[in-house]
């Protein structure tokens, strides 16, 4: 490749990179909302008379939504380290 071409290339790599951490990053914000929102159900159900029934429920999908949101950080972090220091990952 010359130059000039492998220039735009690292450009597009590094704007894609760009592009695909931001993604992630409001995936997470997303789902932190989500598991927010399912805490408060959670604590809200305390005072409801059948809320006891639906406590369980809230709370997987609390937990899983706070799972999904520290893969989805992980992710963005991956994707950043990549789109700083490639060559890092040309390496291995």
Request: net charge positive; no cysteine.
């Amino acid at each position: 490749m010359r130059p000039l071409e492998e220039e735009r290339e690292r450009r597009r790599l590094y704007a894609a990179l760009t592009r695909r951490a931001a993604l992630f990053g409001a995936l997470a914000v997303v789902a932190l909302l989500i598991s927010v929102v399912n805490l408060l159900a959670l604590i809200h159900a305390f005072w409801q008379p059948m809320g006891v029934f639906n406590m369980p429920l809230y709370l997987l999908f609390a937990m899983a939504a706070l799972w999904a949101a520290v893969n989805f950080l992980r992710t963005r972090r991956r994707a950043l380290e990549y789109r700083d220091h490639p060559e890092r990952f040309i390496e291995e």
